[in-house]
């Protein structure tokens, strides 16, 4: 089954053809409206995408090449994400689905990241997903392709967003996480003490938010100048903070439920100190390709064909769903 | 880019039979439109606020399948591109290349949004002023005269904010007022604000979008934007309370 | 208004009692720096329309919550706005962010407030301003747009 995937949740714009667990042609085009303005901003990231979406979906399939009439259905995010941005994907896919009379299937898009890691592995469930980036941080269940049990979510900020915003306070430039990273390799991480959130209580939860509190009253008592001085220490102890408590969360689940296969995939899944910890587990653990890790169409297509072939589709009258949770309807109303 | 397979097409385009299908989403409602060339088959007006893209494809389903028309046999879409709601121009601007990367054949045509509006009082000898809510304490406005079979313009479609607006209006000596705003506009002027006044009309949009498509004024579906009508720059802060 | 509050539960309590004032339309602005209890208040505000699971919108800008206005029982939608990553573009003028912050058909709640420009403030508006005094007390102040003009 022939399937396109289309991907514009936030500041990618993608499109990809699959068949059979295999890319027959994707592209992926990243926004770079946003890097001087301190993170993705909404209205212009809309606007990109209408620039770029259908002109995307043309090298596509010519790369492919398929002809519109040999695509058998189609795959589109439906959230989470930015509203404004869903929408133009969703709008974009639902008059190719209208126009070719073929089965349309809305995808959560941390649904495609879980599906993502059979782009650069063969595995299979069960196993424990862990997706951090920007705007996620969800320890997920994978009983089975399709089949999952959300252990734990943020109660406050995603850790690549403590990350940015800790970046933000000390003047770094977005996103924080790499430009963390440079700074803190100098530093020691046990010279400061950042609260590990959520450390006593016993569910899968995470928080960032009393980390990034500490970090700024931290910033403030010491005052410009020792901050300055101890900054590669600082980020250091801060950072690690933020992966030590990533780590403790799936440590736990994993010894509760048994499982030693592990994914972690996601934005933040590309920090280098996140990789080095993780190793040192006695896990048997998948990271993603970088590429894989971001966001991409392909693993949208890839979660469509599973529903697909078991025969499921979404009426064309759905909505986007902002926030939708994963293992949830799409639509709460 | 994709090769566009070459059409034949004839000299006069008046001499052709094509399928219109004319859409608008700049305002809270869907407006369609089907028509064989400047003649309105059928049409759809519904109210759907922050509802458009999930009731687009059931609507224009529900437009074609009783003059039992597939979607593919359009020849021709007439886009309304603005000014409006952003969200609500880009959902239509987004449908109609979805449309268009399946039939290499349709062809586009744009129409300004506010002038659908005046185009219904064409040959009327009388002063369209079109007021749309633009947010943010503005509005997208535009004065035509509709004296001809079609509005030309006084003032072009722009962003202005209420007051700058009802100025200009002042200076005729009598208008009609169109659009979704026009019943918070108030002027010092003799105005008429007709019955749906706020609704764009199918009809009227396909009159502009025939006009279009016979001064082969085709627009490719790569080059389909919005009329945004602002550029999305930064101002300048105002600091209610100054941060700790 | 002006309040102390040294616990979360009492910003949490602070929030739930401008939420009893809410109505359809409406919009909260935070003013306030990192870690001054603006997501708190937004909790307590939430929990009055019985949405518990708020979360910081900063990468998304903005969430959307279905939630129940008790007082007239009714349904009531709920925009969550935190314009904390729009810093740098200074000022947001329009754009898709419009479209929300001026719908009259929900309660809209906006963090990081000074990013707005002028014209982007709604008429009906409720300011609330959280200042650190230490690591424990915040000082918050509410002003009420609309009684101030009464």
Not at chain 1, 284 to 307: H, Q, R, V, W
Not at chain 2, 60 to 80: G, K, Q, Y
Not at chain 3, 14 to 24: C, F, P, R, T, Y
């Amino acid at each position: 089954m022939k399937v396109l995937g289309i991907e514009t949740s936030c500041d990618e714009t993608a499109v990809s053809i699959i068949e059979n667990n295999t890319i027959l042609s994707e592209q992926v085009y990243s926004q770079t409206v946003h890097e001087s303005l301190g993170g993705v901003v909404p209205e212009l990231a809309s606007r990109d995408h209408i620039k770029k979406l259908y002109v995307l979906a043309c090298e596509v399939l010519d790369k492919s090449g398929l002809a519109i009439s040999d695509i058998d259905a189609i795959a589109v995010t439906a959230g989470p994400g930015l509203p404004g941005s869903l929408i133009i994907g969703v709008s974009f896919a639902k008059a190719i689905a209208l126009m070719n009379k073929i089965p349309i299937i809305a995808i959560n898009h941390l649904e495609g990241h879980v599906f993502g890691v059979k782009l650069s592995y063969e595995i299979t469930p069960p196993f424990l997903a862990l997706l951090v980036s920007g705007g996620h941080t969800e320890l997920i269940y994978v009983h089975n392709w399709g089949d999952y049990k959300l252990l734990g979510t943020t109660r406050d900020d995603a850790a690549g967003e403590a990350l940015d915003k800790a970046a933000k306070v000390i003047g770094l430039s977005y996103p924080g996480g790499p430009e963390i990273q440079k700074i803190a390799e100098k530093g020691d991480p046990r010279s400061f003490r950042f609260p590990i959130a959520m450390l006593h209580s016993d569910d899968f939860d995470f928080s960032f938010s009393g980390l990034k509190t500490a970090f700024a009253l931290t910033i403030r008592k010491l005052g410009i100048e020792k901050t300055k001085r101890n900054l590669a220490n600082i980020l250091a102890s801060y950072q690690d903070a933020i992966v030590d408590s990533l780590l403790l969360k799936l440590d736990r689940a994993s010894k509760k439920f048994g499982i030693n296969r592990i994914v972690i995939s996601g934005g933040v899944a590309a920090s280098k100190r996140l990789r080095e910890k993780a190793t040192v587990k006695n896990w048997e653990l998948y990271m993603p390709e970088t590429k894989y890790c971001t966001d991409n169409a392909s693993m949208i297509a890839l979660a469509g064909e599973f529903y697909l072939l078991k025969g499921q589709q979404t009426p064309m009258n759905f909505p986007i769903n902002s926030s939708w949770m994963l293992g949830t309807p799409l639509s709460m109303k | 880019m994709r090769k566009s397979r070459f059409i034949w097409l004839p000299l006069f385009l008046d001499t052709l039979i094509m399928k219109i299908l004319s859409i608008d989403t700049s305002t809270d409602y869907i407006c369609l439109g089907f028509g064989i060339n400047d003649e309105l088959i059928s049409e759809i007006s519904l109210r759907v606020p922050k509802k458009h893209s999930q009731l687009l494809p059931q609507l224009v389903r529900n437009l074609l399948e009783p003059v039992t028309v597939d979607l593919r046999d359009i020849d021709i879409i007439t886009l309304s591109i603005g000014p409006g709601s952003y969200t609500g121009l880009r959902i239509s601007t987004a449908f109609v290349q979805g449309l268009a990367l399946s039939n290499e054949n349709l062809r586009t045509v744009c129409v300004d949004s506010l002038t659908v509006y005046a185009q219904r009082f064409q040959n009327c000898k009388e002063t369209v002023a079109v007021a749309v809510d633009a947010r943010s304490k503005a509005i997208y406005g535009a004065v035509f005269d509709v004296s001809d079979a079609h509005p030309t313009p006084i003032i072009p479609s722009g962003v202005f904010s209420v007051k700058e607006f009802v100025q200009k209006l002042n200076c005729f000596p009598k208008i009609i007022l169109m659009g979704n705003y026009a019943n918070k506009i108030e002027t010092s002027v003799k105005t008429i604000l007709p019955n749906d006044f706020a609704i764009p009309s199918p009809r009227n949009l396909l009159a502009l979008g025939y006009q279009e498509v016979i001064e082969r004024k085709f627009i490719s579906a790569e080059n389909l934007e919005p009329k945004y009508l602002r550029d999305y720059i930064p101002g300048k802060a105002k600091v209610f309370f100054d941060s700790a | 208004m002006k309040f102390v509050s040294n616990t979360v539960e009492q910003t949490e309590q602070i929030a739930g009692k401008l939420a009893e004032n809410l109505s359809l339309g409406d919009t909260v602005l935070l003013y306030g720096s990192l870690g001054s209890g603006k997501t708190t208040f937004v909790k307590g505000l939430c929990r009055k329309f019985l949405i518990e699971m708020v979360k910081s919108p900063s990468y998304v800008i903005l969430k959307i919550y279905h939630g129940k206005n008790l007082t007239k029982n009714d349904k009531c939608v709920i925009y969550h706005i935190d314009l904390y990553r729009l810093e740098q573009m200074g000022q947001i003028n329009g754009g898709e962010i419009a479209e929300y912050i001026f719908d009259e058909n929900a309660i809209k709640i906006v963090e990081w407030a000074d990013r707005l420009s002028e014209k982007m403030l709604p008429e009906k508006n409720i300011k609330v301003k959280l200042e650190i005094i230490d690591d424990k007390n915040r000082k918050i102040t509410i002003i009420n747009q609309t009684e101030e003009d009464i």
